[in-house]
């Protein structure tokens, strides 16, 4: 426990800037998800079949391990911050669109034709 302790004193400052860094590659990669994940599902709601193939295709992204995904994206883009943004814009975007999706197609037809109206 004291070793524990002579860490966090003696490297906060080193551990508060790894923790910045970590909270903005998170956010970073949030917000790119929701911009592609909302509008996507806005569109797709219109398209049934179409969005039944996104739902198949992110969920099948989900899968895939991340060490492996990160495996693949090092060769193609390096080491760094880009391949982690890029895995975790891919792991967000299965939840952020399917809830989208599921929340617009869920709202009765009734309220939606008195929107028209």
């Known amino acids: 426990m ?3 302790q002579q860490i966090l004193t003696t490297q906060s400052g080193e551990l508060l800037q790894a923790l910045g860094q970590h909270l903005e590659i998170s956010l970073l990669a949030l917000l790119i998800a929701a911009v592609i994940g909302i509008p996507l599902a806005i ?3 219109a ?3 179409l969005a039944e193939a996104m739902l198949q295709v992110t969920s099948v ?3 895939i391990p991340s060490l492996a995904l990160l495996g693949l994206l090092i060769p193609l883009v390096g080491i760094g911050t880009v391949p982690a943004v890029i895995t975790l814009v891919l792991y967000a ?3 952020i669109f399917q809830n989208t999706y599921a929340g617009l197609s869920g709202i009765d037809p009734a309220l939606k034709e008195a929107e028209i109206a």
């Open 61 to 63: 992204l989900q899968t």
């Open 43 to 45: 569109i797709l709601t």
């Open 2 to 4: 004291q070793q524990i």
């Open 93 to 95: 975007l299965m939840p």
């Open 47 to 49: 398209h049934q079949k």
